[in-house]
């Protein structure tokens, strides 16, 4: 079983940027999927970001997208989430998931292993 550990949450104002990282240990995570998923407090965990193994696909909410990249390094086991021109509704713990390489890339059920997330706060 892959154990997931996120960091580069925090605080920033709105307009700034953060980078996230999910580091894995157990087994290498070249052959999953990888995805990046947001709970606000009181909301749904929804879909941010993912990308596949082999790294040539990538999805993303329409929320996020043009401004967050997310990429990966098999050879570190890591997958990345740069966030940019940040606004409060960003605001939220981000998880990071992988999931098996015949997965969708977008549906929550479909990642078998998850973190315990980082708190990301956009200031107005």
């Known amino acids: 079983q892959v154990q997931l550990v996120e960091s580069g949450g925090g605080l920033v104002q709105a307009g700034g940027s953060l980078r996230l990282s999910c580091v894995a240990s157990?087994?290498?995570?070249?052959?999953?999927?990888m995805g990046w998923f947001r709970q606000a407090p009181g909301k749904a965990r929804e879909f941010v970001a993912a990308?596949?193994?082999?790294?040539?696909?990538?999805n993303y909410a329409v929320s996020v997208k043009g401004r967050f990249t997310i990429s990966r390094d098999n050879a570190k086991n890591t997958v990345y989430l740069q966030m940019n021109s940040l606004k409060p509704e960003d605001t939220a713990v981000y998880y990071c998931?992988?999931?098996?390489?015949?997965?969708?890339?977008?549906?929550?059920?479909?990642?078998?292993?998850w973190g315990q997330g980082t708190q990301v706060t956009v200031s107005s």
């Open positions: 998931a992988a999931g098996p390489s015949r997965s969708s890339l977008y549906r929550l059920n479909d990642y078998d292993a």
């Open positions: 157990g087994r290498t995570i070249s052959s999953s999927n």
């Open positions: 990308i596949m193994w082999s790294g040539g696909v990538t």
